[in-house]
C-alpha cells in the first residue's frame, strides 16, 4: 500500500508539474468565490477580497451555503489567510457577522478596509475588541488614493466614486494589490463616468497582471475606459448579474481589440492559474466544483486537471484504489488524469 500510495503522489505531481498547476514565481492564483469576491494567492500570501458576504441584491450570485461555512472556518481552501479587504459596506461585498468569524478564526490576518466598515464592525464591542488591533483603515480623500504597507503585500487604496446618485457618499475602495512584481487590480464599484476626476497614482502606469473589472468598465461601450485607466494584461469581468454573465464572452468574441485577454468566471469555487509577466498568455487552472451542486459534466478540457471536493456522503471507491478516498480534500474527477488511480491534493488516507 506504500508503494501505492507513492506511486500516486509522484503521479500527480507530474500532472500538476505538466500542467503548471504548481505555482511557480510567475504564477497568480485567483478562486472566484462570487460576485466580486475572489481568493488571491500570490507566493506565499493568501487575500480574500469581496468575498465574505451572503446576499446579492437579488440580482448577483452569492457564495453556496458550504462555501460560506469555510469562509469563516479557517478550512481549506480559505485557510491560514493572511489578508482580508473589503472595498465597501454594501451586502453584495460585505458581511458583518462574516467578517468577524473569519477574523476571529484566522488568528493572524490582517483586515484591511474603509471607516465605514470599520464602523459597521464596531457595533459588536464584544467582538470587535477582540480583532481590533489586525484592522488597518484606508479612507482617503475621494479621488486619491493611499500606499499601505501589510507584510510583504503592497496595497494601493484608490478611492473613487461609487456607481450611481444615491451612493456617492458610499466609501468605495478599488484596491491595487502587488507582491514581488505581481498585480492585481480589483475596480470595487467605480463608476467610470467618474474616473476623470481621479488624481491618485497612475494605474495604467503599473503593469497590472490580472484586472478584476466591475459590470461597467466591462460593457462594451466601456472597454476603451478600461484600457486607459488600468491597462490590464488579463481582463476579468465580475459582479454581473448571471444572466448577462452568461454570454459576456460571446458579446465579445469578435471584438479582439476591445480587453486584452478577457474572461468571466462563470462557476463558483472556479479557481484559474495566471501567468505574470510572460508574452504568452498560455495558462493552466483548477476547477473546484462544490460537492454538493457542482456539475462535473464536460468540465474537463485539454491541459487542465479538474478536481473536486469529496464530503462524508460522497465517497466513491476506485477499482484500482483497494481503500476510501479521504474526505475533505480535492480529488481528480472522472475524466481527469489520474483519476483512476486516486490522484488527488490531500494530507492522508482516512
Same mark, same amino acid.
Given at each position: /500500500?506504500?508503494?501505492?500510495?507513492?506511486?500516486?503522489?509522484?503521479?500527480?505531481?507530474?500532472?500538476?508539474?505538466?500542467?503548471?498547476?504548481?505555482?511557480?514565481?510567475?504564477?497568480?492564483? +485567483?478562486?472566484?468565490?462570487?460576485?466580486?469576491?475572489?481568493?488571491?494567492?500570490?507566493?506565499?500570501?493568501?487575500?480574500?477580497?469581496?468575498?465574505?458576504?451572503?446576499?446579492?441584491?437579488?440580482?448577483?450570485?452569492?457564495?453556496?451555503? @458550504?462555501?460560506?461555512?469555510?469562509? +469563516?472556518? =479557517?478550512?481549506?481552501?480559505?485557510?491560514?489567510?493572511?489578508?482580508?479587504?473589503?472595498?465597501?459596506?454594501?451586502?453584495?461585498?460585505?458581511?458583518?457577522?462574516?467578517? /468577524?468569524?473569519?477574523?476571529? =478564526?484566522?488568528?493572524?490576518?490582517?483586515?484591511?478596509?474603509?471607516?465605514? +466598515?470599520?464602523?459597521?464592525?464596531?457595533?459588536?464591542?464584544?467582538?470587535?475588541?477582540?480583532?481590533?488591533?489586525?484592522?488597518?483603515?484606508?479612507?482617503?480623500?475621494?479621488?486619491?488614493?493611499? *500606499?499601505?504597507?501589510?507584510?510583504?503585500?503592497?496595497?494601493?487604496?484608490?478611492?473613487?466614486?461609487?456607481?450611481?446618485?444615491?451612493?456617492?457618499?458610499?466609501?468605495?475602495?478599488?484596491?491595487?494589490?502587488?507582491? =514581488?512584481?505581481?498585480?492585481?487590480?480589483?475596480?470595487?464599484?467605480?463608476?467610470?463616468?467618474?474616473?476623470?476626476?481621479?488624481?491618485?497614482?497612475?494605474?495604467?502606469?503599473?503593469?497590472?497582471?490580472?484586472? *478584476?473589472?466591475?459590470?461597467?468598465?466591462?460593457?462594451?461601450? @466601456?472597454?476603451?475606459?478600461?484600457?486607459?485607466?488600468?491597462?490590464?494584461?488579463?481582463?476579468?469581468? /465580475?459582479?454581473?448579474?448571471?444572466?448577462?454573465?452568461?454570454?459576456?464572452?460571446?458579446?465579445?468574441?469578435?471584438?479582439?481589440?476591445?480587453?486584452? =485577454?478577457?474572461?468571466?468566471?462563470?462557476?463558483? /469555487?472556479?479557481?484559474?492559474?495566471?501567468?505574470?509577466?510572460?508574452?504568452?498568455?498560455?495558462?493552466?487552472?483548477?476547477?473546484?466544483?462544490?460537492?454538493?451542486?457542482?456539475?462535473?459534466?464536460?468540465?474537463?478540457?485539454?491541459?487542465?486537471?479538474?478536481?473536486?471536493?469529496?464530503?462524508?456522503?460522497?465517497?466513491?471507491?476506485?477499482?484500482?484504489?483497494?481503500?476510501?478516498?479521504?474526505?475533505?480534500?480535492?480529488?481528480?474527477?472522472?475524466?481527469?488524469?489520474?483519476?483512476?488511480?486516486?490522484?488527488?491534493?490531500?494530507?492522508?488516507?482516512?
Amino acid at each position: /500500500m506504500i508503494v501505492k500510495k507513492t506511486l500516486i503522489l509522484i503521479f500527480f505531481l507530474f500532472i500538476l508539474i505538466n500542467n503548471r498547476i504548481l505555482c511557480g514565481n510567475d504564477s497568480i492564483s +485567483v478562486t472566484y468565490i462570487a460576485n466580486c469576491g475572489y481568493l488571491l494567492e500570490i507566493d506565499d500570501q493568501k487575500i480574500i477580497i469581496d468575498g465574505l458576504f451572503k446576499l446579492g441584491h437579488n440580482r448577483y450570485p452569492v457564495p453556496d451555503i @458550504n462555501t460560506q461555512k469555510l469562509l +469563516v472556518s =479557517n478550512q481549506y481552501p480559505f485557510d491560514n489567510i493572511d489578508l482580508i479587504l473589503i472595498s465597501h459596506t454594501h451586502e453584495d461585498h460585505f458581511d458583518n457577522k462574516m467578517v /468577524m468569524n473569519c477574523m476571529l =478564526n484566522n488568528k493572524s490576518a490582517k483586515l484591511l478596509c474603509p471607516q465605514q +466598515v470599520i464602523d459597521r464592525l464596531s457595533e459588536n464591542k464584544t467582538i470587535f475588541n477582540k480583532i481590533k488591533t489586525r484592522i488597518v483603515e484606508c479612507t482617503p480623500d475621494t479621488f486619491t488614493s493611499q *500606499l499601505i504597507h501589510i507584510g510583504d503585500i503592497e496595497i494601493h487604496a484608490c478611492r473613487l466614486a461609487h456607481s450611481g446618485e444615491k451612493y456617492q457618499d458610499t466609501q468605495n475602495i478599488a484596491f491595487l494589490i502587488s507582491i =514581488n512584481g505581481k498585480s492585481v487590480f480589483h475596480t470595487a464599484d467605480i463608476d467610470p463616468a467618474q474616473i476623470d476626476k481621479y488624481t491618485g497614482i497612475k494605474i495604467s502606469e503599473y503593469n497590472v497582471d490580472i484586472g *478584476l473589472i466591475n459590470e461597467d468598465f466591462a460593457k462594451i461601450e @466601456n472597454a476603451h475606459l478600461a484600457r486607459e485607466f488600468i491597462n490590464a494584461k488579463y481582463n476579468v469581468a /465580475m459582479h454581473l448579474p448571471e444572466s448577462i454573465a452568461i454570454g459576456w464572452m460571446d458579446s465579445i468574441k469578435d471584438k479582439p481589440d476591445l480587453f486584452s =485577454n478577457p474572461y468571466i468566471f462563470l462557476k463558483k /469555487m472556479e479557481n484559474k492559474v495566471f501567468q505574470s509577466n510572460q508574452e504568452n498568455t498560455d495558462h493552466a487552472y483548477v476547477v473546484y466544483v462544490d460537492s454538493k451542486t457542482g456539475d462535473e459534466k464536460k468540465v474537463t478540457k485539454k491541459d487542465e486537471v479538474t478536481l473536486r471536493l469529496f464530503d462524508t456522503d460522497d465517497k466513491p471507491l476506485l477499482l484500482s484504489v483497494d481503500e476510501p478516498l479521504p474526505i475533505d480534500y480535492l480529488h481528480v474527477i472522472p475524466d481527469s488524469p489520474g483519476y483512476q488511480m486516486g490522484a488527488g491534493i490531500f494530507k492522508h488516507r482516512k
